[in-house]
């Protein structure tokens, strides 16, 4: 982990990250459902999922997969005290993920530009969450707004 965020300047185009890895909990899936509102029965009905669903497990929603991905990114200290603002950017679930697989991010950094304020920089990240199989899970082309070197 990085005890500091990287800056602007710092910040390579083709550097690559990874991040440590995160077991996804029943109770993970369970607390983020009720909390977001995500009460479909894919989510919440053990009994539909057993009879109904082509995962026999407990599946979580791609925001959650998501918001896990992000909090792993953050783990690292790639934009400790440097990250200014998640500007949005494309999301691409691409496989499920289920109660008990275990996740990770693999984060590269493909474009940075300056903008108009001396303080910052707008960075591109491209993320790739893959499971403990590696099988990637969800793609995402991120936007972050990056403080500059003082």
């Known amino acids: 982990m990085l005890a500091k965020g990287l800056t602007f300047e710092e910040h ?12 996804v909990s029943e109770t993970d899936i369970v607390t983020f459902v009720n ?9 919440m009905d053990m009994e539909y999922v057993a009879r109904e669903s082509v995962f026999k497990r407990r599946a979580a929603p791609g925001a959650l ?11 690292t200290g790639l934009i400790h005290g440097t990250g200014m603002a998640y500007l949005g950017g494309e999301l691409r679930v691409t496989a499920p993920v289920l109660e008990g697989d275990t996740l990770t991010v693999e984060v590269e950094i493909v ?40």
């Not at 997969?65 to 783990?75: D, M, P, S």
């Not at 936007?143 to 500059?148: F, K, L, N, P, V």
Request: proline content about 3%; some cysteine; aromatic content about 6%.
């Open 111 to 150: 474009d940075k530009r300056e903008t108009k304020k001396a303080d910052r920089g707008i960075v591109t990240y491209r993320h790739r969450v893959v499971n403990q199989r590696g099988e990637p899970v969800l793609e995402a082309r991120v936007q972050r707004m990056i403080r500059r070197s003082a």
């Open 65 to 75: 997969t998501f918001a896990l991905a992000e909090g792993l990114i953050i783990q």
């Open 12 to 23: 390579r185009v083709g550097a690559t990250y990874r991040t440590l890895a995160r077991t």
């Open 35 to 43: 909390l977001c509102g995500f009460t479909e029965p894919l989510f």
